[in-house]
């Protein structure tokens, strides 16, 4: 086996959570559901990586709003980022863009725009959501 990567996996209607995989390009492919691409928001050596035909695809649900400019479909993950490829996210890191993207988000078409309504549980990830870290794609 190669090395690990810890992530933090956004999925459609889900809370965000920290999954660690054999850091493969099939595997990121796997994680996001299509061919990848990334990009670079913040100041943070954070990167997200979705997939690169996903707001084309039949079924794929949107997810959550980027800023106020741009919309993420389908699952998307938030890596840390080496010297020159994606790294696993660093704990402080991780419980800071979980927080960001904490409350899942549906979107409403109106005519001046869109509208995000965020489905609010009451919750927040605390210190204990880093303790926990799914392994996936061991047996394959």
């Known amino acids: 086996m190669g090395e690990m990567i810890r992530v933090l996996l956004v999925e459609p209607h889900k809370h965000p959570r920290l999954v660690e995989v054999e850091h493969t390009l099939e595997n990121l492919q796997k994680l996001v559901g299509g061919d990848i691409a990334a990009s670079y928001p913040w100041d943070d050596l954070v990167g997200i990586v979705y997939d690169d035909d996903g707001k084309f695809k039949e079924g794929n649900e949107a997810n959550r709003a980027l800023e106020d400019y741009d919309v993420l479909v389908g699952p998307f993950i938030i890596t840390g980022l080496s010297r020159d ?4 996210i ?6 800071k863009f979980a927080e960001k993207f904490w409350m899942p988000e549906s979107f409403l078409m109106l005519p001046d725009g ?3 309504i ?4 009451g919750t927040q990830p605390g210190p204990e959501f880093l303790h926990k870290t799914d392994r996936l794609f061991e047996d394959e």
């Open 85 to 88: 490829d994606f790294a696993s």
């Open 114 to 116: 869109l509208m995000v």
């Open 90 to 95: 660093p704990d402080d890191l991780a419980l």
């Open 118 to 121: 965020r489905e609010d549980d």
